[in-house]
């Protein structure tokens, strides 16, 4: 399969002591069993936003400390120590978009605490996932500004034929793209996710895994031989996502609304 198209985010993705973007599956075993079985379970939003929240201010901010104050930073964020009482909760990333496992998860646990509160076997919706980082972007809007230069507003959904230039607008601003993959309610099929090979001067995609109710992001795009495919962070991996299998998925097994993206704008 031969390359004709390829679009990128404008800097290097979240890494997580060197994995592609989060994973809900590390909080299997944080301090709080509830808590961390919730998440584990029904994170993938609440990650999502996360990541897209800590790439929009990446770079954006002083280096990190060295010495004896970035050692006590350390140990003060691990998500695995009983917080100090009336501790504020970090609601924004260290610098840079590079992190340790300590570093994002207690990231993560104050954003979930405060803004992206995930139920069990619910998880949390586009609309409330949407609403929450309208609150961010309210509360840190000064901040963000300052730091990036923009102003960003979210809202969930947009009209099925505006699915793919939405995807390539945001991607063209910066922006990572959460997009769900709905329950299909009482259907079988889910999405697959393909791992990119490059051998014989042509691209070639092999199913792994695949997927339905979970919330992944959208980092890349690739257009090939009559094929779109979305590149995405989904468990701290990169996959590949076929657009069209991801389409015929909606309109056969769910529908528009649970599967859709949360669209940011900035100006």
């Known amino acids: 399969m031969k390359l004709i198209n390829e ?9 997580v002591d060197g994995s592609f973007g989060g994973n809900q ?12 079985r919730t998440l584990k379970g029904w994170g993938c939003g609440l990650i999502a936003a996360s990541d897209v929240i800590s790439f929009i201010l990446s770079g954006s901010f002083s280096e990190p400390e ?23 909760a ?18 993560v646990l104050g954003l979930e605490k405060t803004f992206f509160h995930i139920l069990p076997k619910l998880g949390i919706s586009g609309i409330l996932l949407s609403l929450g980082m309208n609150i961010y972007f309210l509360i840190n809007g000064r901040k963000i500004h300052k730091a990036t230069g923009h102003r960003y507003m979210a809202h969930w959904f947009v009209r099925p034929g505006r ?5 390539q607008e945001m991607l063209g601003n910066g922006i990572p793209v959460i997009i ?15 791992d990119r090979k490059e051998e014989g001067g042509g ?19 690739i257009e090939a031989e009559g094929r779109t495919l979305l590149e995405i962070s989904s468990w701290g991996k990169r996959y590949y996502m076929d657009y069209d299998e991801y389409m015929n998925y909606v309109r056969k097994n769910d529908n528009f609304y649970f599967s859709n993206i949360l669209y940011i704008k900035r100006w």
Not at 163 to 167: A, G, K, N, R
């Open 90 to 107: 970090p609601h924004v990333p260290a610098p840079g978009n590079s992190y340790t496992k300590d570093e994002y998860m207690n990231y």
């Open 7 to 15: 679009v990128k985010l404008d800097k290097p993705y979240i890494s």
């Open 163 to 167: 699915l793919l230039t939405s995807i």
């Open 203 to 221: 691209l070639h995609f092999k199913p792994v895994t695949k997927t339905k109710d979970h919330y992944v992001t959208v980092t890349g795009l």
């Open 180 to 194: 769900a993959i709905g329950p299909g309610f009482l259907r079988k099929d889910k999405v697959v996710f393909y």
């Open 25 to 36: 599956g590390w909080f299997a075993d944080i301090e709080k069993k509830n808590k961390g």
């Open 66 to 88: 060295s010495g004896k104050k970035a050692d006590k930073r350390k140990s003060m964020n691990s998500p695995l120590r009983k917080p100090e009482k009336n501790e504020a």
